[in-house]
């Protein structure tokens, strides 16, 4: 990583340069689905996931071929979620911070023939867009790259129609309590507090490495902000459900993730 980019400084900035290397290393988050993925989302046989180990239910989306409807996929590139909604007929455009992973979404759009529109920007800040703009949101696990959740859900809650809703996946915040490498050997040790930042927690050694590996810095959110925040900005909350991701250690005993259905109210 560049020395000039210190994620203290200008968080969106290192984290967007972060994301760009994990592109280039070819990280899992950042591979684009199949042909064959894409052609089954033609014959409405498709499934999206925005948090590991448990797809999104389809009766949680809109009929894509009965009439137009409008998607945003907010800090969602890397050629995954967005073309199999635009295959399966939604009209989506996808947000995100890092060019790298935008170009993932427009190789795909490019390699299948399908029409997407790419941002790029914050999260926190869709002023490119006008209010009441869109009929759905799928927001994957990606608000723990932001020191501060609430004005994604005012801004997520501002481009939506009356009506319209807001998938999101969310990291269960007790993933960071714990120390991380003792975490590994299946020991849990409580040492970090929630709200859980990377950049007050860590240890220098641990910063460093974490900017020597250009590895994005992560956030813990408290529930208030990730559940209330989507409520205090208008919103109502109708679906939720849990799911673990047997790569962290501590989904053996509590599921690390959270998906919430979350309505525009009139
Ligand atoms: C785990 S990936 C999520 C996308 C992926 N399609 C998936 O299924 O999980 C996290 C995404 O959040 C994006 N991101 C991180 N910080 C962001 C910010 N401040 N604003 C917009 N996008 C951001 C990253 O560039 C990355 O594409």
Not at 228 to 234: L, T
Request: glycine share 6%; charged share 25%; proline share 7%.
């Amino acid at each position: 990583m560049s020395p000039n980019l210190d994620p203290a400084d200008d968080i969106v900035a290192y984290n967007r340069a972060a994301w760009d290397s994990l592109v280039r290393k070819n990280d899992r988050w950042t591979l684009p689905v199949s042909s064959e993925e894409i052609q089954r989302a033609r014959n409405d046989d498709w499934r999206i996931f925005l948090v590991p180990e448990k797809p999104i239910p389809r009766e949680w989306f809109p009929d894509f071929r009965a009439s137009s409807i409008k998607v945003l996929c907010l800090a969602g590139s890397g050629g995954q979620q967005a073309p199999i909604l635009a295959a399966a007929g939604a009209s989506v455009t996808v947000f995100d911070n890092s060019p790298a992973q935008l170009a993932q979404d427009q190789l795909v759009a490019d390699r299948e023939g399908l029409a997407i529109d790419l941002a790029q920007g914050d999260m926190a800040d869709l002023s490119i867009f006008e209010n009441d703009s869109f009929d759905l949101i799928v927001h994957p696990c990606s608000n723990c790259f932001v020191p501060n959740v609430l004005p994604v859900w005012k801004e997520a809650a501002r481009v939506m129609k009356p009506g319209a809703n807001l998938i999101s996946g969310i990291v269960n915040p007790i993933v960071y309590l714990f120390d991380d490498q003792l975490m590994d050997k299946g020991e849990f040790k409580v040492c970090h507090k929630i709200p859980y930042s990377d950049l007050t927690s860590l240890s220098s050694e641990q910063r460093q490495a974490r900017f020597d590996d250009d590895q994005p810095f992560c956030f813990g959110h408290t529930l208030e902000d990730q559940v209330g925040g989507q409520i205090d900005a208008g919103l109502a909350i109708t679906g939720l459900f849990e799911a673990c991701w047997s790569e962290w250690p501590i989904s053996e005993y509590i599921p690390t993730s959270i998906v919430t259905k979350a309505t525009k109210l009139n």
